[in-house]
């Protein structure tokens, strides 16, 4: 079976929630800057982002985290913007 792609919500603090695509505990999504590139990031721990597990757009550095599902680094559940 290939790998199915998950539609979860990427969340933001002050605007409406987008959309990002994931496989397993990875995710896709673009950056609200306008950046060409998707970002890429895999889930981290339920405690909440820290400096390995947050993802930083290169464009215009605001900081994402992909949030588990009910356990350490367990498929991806939501982005959210930081
Ligand atoms: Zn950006």
């Not at 215009?60 to 959210?80: I, M």
Request: charged fraction near 25%; charge should be positive.
């Amino acid at each position: 079976m290939s790998q199915q792609q998950r539609k979860v919500p990427l969340l933001f603090k002050e605007k409406p929630e987008k959309v990002a695509i994931a496989t397993g505990n990875n995710a896709a999504w673009l950056c609200h800057c306008g950046r060409a590139l998707p970002l890429l990031g895999k889930a981290g721990q339920l405690k909440g982002p820290s400096e390995n597990t947050k993802v930083t757009c290169e464009e215009c550095s605001a900081s994402y985290f992909v949030e588990p599902d009910g356990g350490d680094y367990k498929r991806t559940l939501v982005v959210r913007k930081l």
